[in-house]
Every structure is written in C-alpha cells, then in structure tokens.
T-cell receptor, first 115, second 114 residues
Framework: AQSVTQLDSQVPVFEEAPVELRCNYS??????LFWYVQYPNQGLQLLLK??????LVKGINGFEAEFNKSQTSFHLRKPSVHISDTAEYFC?????????????FGTGTRLQVFP | DVKVTQSSRYLVKRTGEKVFLECVQD?????MFWYRQDPGLGLRLIYF???????EKGDIPEGYSVSREKKERFSLILESASTNQTSMYLC?????????????FGDGTRLSIL
C-alpha cells in the first residue's frame, strides 16, 4: 500500500531564512502529489500539486516543490520565510494504480518561524 | 470559492452518547470525506462517499457510520462515543472522477468525549 513519510515533525527557522520540508512516498507506477498547509484552528488549504509535466511546481505564498521520481520525493521549499508561514504542512499522494480519489497523508511537519 | 462548512467548531459529549457531526459543501462536489486528525498521526480517512446514498470505508471506520441523503451534506455518526474518539474531525469535498482534483476542507470540529 502507498505510504507517505515526512521526515521532520518540527522545523524551527528564523524569519527570512530558506526552508525545505521533506516528503517521500513509497514507490508506485504513477502518482499525483500535493502539499497542504494548515494554519492554527483552520482546515487544510492546498499549497500546490504535481500532476505531470515540469518537475518543479510553483504554489501559493512563494512555495515551490520538486518532484523526483528516482528518489520518490516531493520536497517543499521557500527561499525566504515569513512569520506568517508558521503552520503545519502536510504532504499527500493520490495513488492512481488503485483507481481511487483517496489521498494518503503524511504525519505533518510543523514549521515555526522565529523573528 | 468552495465553502465546506462543519456545523460545530467545538463539541463536548459524554461516553456512550450518539454523536452527529454535520458537513455541508456548496459547490456540487460528488466526493465527500471524513478524516480524523491526531498529533503525530496526521490525517486518517474514516469514510468517504462518491455519490448520494453511497459510502465506502476508509482506513479507520470502526465505531463510526456515515449518511449522505443529499449531495451537499455528509454526516458522520459516532454510534456510542468513547474517550478514544476525542479528536479533531475534518470534512472535505472534491470534484468527480478526476483524481487530480484537490480536496477542499472545512475548519474542523474539535470533539471531546468525557
């Protein structure tokens, strides 16, 4: 069965520093990949998604992610973070081999941005 | 903008009670989902539905049931609430059969079972 691993449960970083949040998924023939963000006391919002084509995907709020098929990774990056980026980030995969709209979520990474 | 509305932000119930969590979406989405979110475990799928009166079990359906009598509404039912069902519950919806469509989430219901 498909699984998603977010290697870091918490990532502390200073404002204006770059950040990378890591995500790996178990091997599959083809997948769709998503990053969601959850601000305190809110539901999840879509940051970006990879369906096909260019492996570098740009999302909202200056975030981007790179799909690496050989390493089965989809790491999220931002060159300069703001205090307002403090939130929990979830990586998710849609496993097309099982012909379902189910998403498999990682356990989340809490990004804390300090002034 | 898609709006997914969960009827309660916070709910406190007693062990053994029957609990109803309601979710309504306003974009005519075919698919609706119920998740629970626990620290360190991420989101786990409880039940989902592809159409009215249709339901499928997710990864952790035990102790829960669902109802979808109308397309816009998807209810989660805790038949006899237990303390291990204390959690954050998230509802989501998405378009039909295209697997590339993102899910839209409500703000969640934080449920405490005492």
């Amino acid at each position: 069965a498909q699984s998603v691993t977010q290697l870091d449960s918490q990532v502390p970083v200073f404002e204006e520093a770059p950040v990378e949040l890591r995500c790996n998924y178990s091997s599959s023939v083809s997948v769709y990949l998503f990053w969601y963000v959850q601000y305190p006391n809110q539901g999840l919002q879509l940051l970006l998604k990879y369906l096909s084509g260019s492996t570098l995907v740009k999302g909202i709020n200056g975030f981007e992610a790179e799909f690496n098929k050989s390493q089965t990774s989809f790491h999220l990056r931002k060159p300069s973070v703001h205090i307002s980026d403090t939130a929990e980030y979830f990586c998710a995969v849609s496993d097309l081999s099982h012909n379902t709209d189910k998403l498999i979520f990682g356990t989340g990474t809490r990004l804390q941005v300090f002034p | 903008d898609v709006k997914v509305t969960q009827s309660s932000r916070y709910l406190v119930k007693r062990t053994g009670e029957k609990v109803f969590l309601e979710c309504v979406q306003d974009m005519d989405h075919e698919n609706m989902f119920w998740y629970r979110q626990d620290p360190g475990l991420g989101l786990r799928l409880i039940y989902f539905s592809y159409d009215v009166k249709m339901k499928e079990k997710g990864d952790i359906p035990e102790g829960y049931s669902v109802s979808r009598e109308k397309k816009e509404r998807f209810s989660l039912i805790l038949e006899s609430a237990s303390t291990n069902q204390t959690s954050m519950y998230l509802c989501a919806s998405s378009w039909g059969t295209d697997f590339n469509q993102p899910q839209h989430f409500g703000d969640g219901t934080r449920l405490s079972i005492l």
